[in-house]
């Protein structure tokens, strides 16, 4: 199974995109998701993360300008950003650890990423 990473694109300073994140075939259920995000030059950083419950938790940076949510029964993640900035500016990734049967041990697994590139 493979995680797809979808909504990326070119947007103004202040403007919104919505990134989704989910698995390329059925699987059985994801636990934890979050995204995370990689500047050019720069190592891969935190973003957002939500549990299966919906508990949620950002990055300072992004507190406030991105709601992370998801939808249990499509195993579909989330991330709604709203007034973009340059510094923005990455190829963003989405992570989950997903059960692909009811007998099995999650396993972690990454996107394969999608850009966001904010104009100021």
């Known amino acids: 199974v493979q995680l797809q990473a979808s909504g990326g694109g070119l947007v103004q300073a202040g403007g919104s995109l919505r990134l989704s994140c989910a698995p390329s075939r059925h699987i059985f259920t994801i636990n934890d998701m979050g995204w995370y995000r990689q500047a050019p030059g720069k190592e891969r950083e935190f973003v957002a993360a939500?549990?299966?419950?919906?508990?949620?938790n950002y990055a300072d940076s992004v507190k406030g300008r991105f709601t992370v949510s998801r939808d249990n029964a499509k195993n579909t993640m989330y991330l709604q950003m709203n007034s973009l900035k340059p510094e923005d500016t990455a190829v963003y990734y989405c992570?989950?650890?997903?059960?692909?049967?009811?007998?099995?041990?999650?396993?972690?697994?990454w996107g394969q990423g999608t850009q966001v590139t904010v104009s100021s």
């Open positions: 992570d989950a650890d997903i059960l692909l049967s009811r007998y099995d041990e999650s396993d972690h697994y």
């Open positions: 939500i549990t299966k419950d919906g508990i949620t």
